[in-house]
């Protein structure tokens, strides 16, 4: 009489197409494919999903949610199994193709410090009707790329160079007095405090968790 004991571990079985279900589900599964009686071997198929629903936290009552239990016998089962399922069998070619490749925005972004957004917000302003609404948003346009500026590049700018970029951006639509734009040292105010908090952050070490226990 041998005393080894005949020990199974998983790393040793095969990897299991849908892991949430379990390797119990993956074994019937692959139990119900040897069942040579198809009658036999169909109500062995919906005995596994009865317990599938089980143990899932899904709506049971919801028919997408059945639907996709027959899916996931499906798969499990290598869509090698002769069953009869109430909704339609899912082909493998659904399930493996790639998704469409999705298109990159077809206007390239000039500097990309100030972004897409401000660019889109600048063409916006454009066709804005002129007025003192419209010279009233440009002073704030104006300023917003002064402020994106100054965020990602340095502490100091050239303010004809904003009203450049911003009469570049529109086309020649928008122009503004460069004595309308906001102090430098007004936007720095607001921006180098978020920037040392950043840095600090930076610095900060990442508590351990092996202290917290011993504590």
């Not at 899932?56 to 919801?62: G, H, L």
């Not at 109430?86 to 070619?93: C, D, F, G, R, T």
């Not at 180098?192 to 900060?204: A, E, F, T």
Request: charged fraction near 35%; aromatic fraction near 6%.
């Amino acid at each position: 009489m041998s005393n080894k004991l005949d020990l199974s571990y998983n790393t040793e079985d095969e990897k299991m197409l849908i892991p949430e279900y379990g390797r119990n589900i993956q074994k019937m599964i692959e139990h119900a494919k040897k069942i040579d009686d198809k009658i036999t071997r169909q109500k062995c198929a919906e005995a596994i999903i009865k317990i599938m629903k089980q143990i899932s936290v899904q709506s049971k009552n919801d028919e997408d949610f059945n639907e996709r239990l027959w899916s996931h016998l499906y798969i499990m089962a290598d869509f090698d199994i002769d069953i009869e399922s109430p909704y339609k069998k899912p082909e493998l070619e659904n399930l493996i193709s790639k998704p469409d490749e999705v298109p990159y925005p077809p206007n390239k972004i000039k500097y990309g410090h100030y972004g897409k957004i401000i660019e889109d917000i600048i063409i916006e302003a454009s066709n804005y009707p002129e007025g003192e609404d419209k010279e009233e948003i440009t002073k704030h346009v104006a300023n917003l790329l002064k402020t994106s500026y100054l965020c990602w590049n340095r502490d100091s700018v050239n303010d004809n160079l904003i009203v450049k970029h911003l009469e570049e951006f529109s086309d020649g639509k928008l122009t503004i007095d460069i004595n309308k734009l906001t102090d430098t040292s007004e936007i720095l105010k607001h921006i180098k405090p978020q920037r040392n908090l950043n840095k600090i952050n930076k610095r900060q070490p990442r508590h351990n968790n092996k202290y917290k226990k011993r504590r």
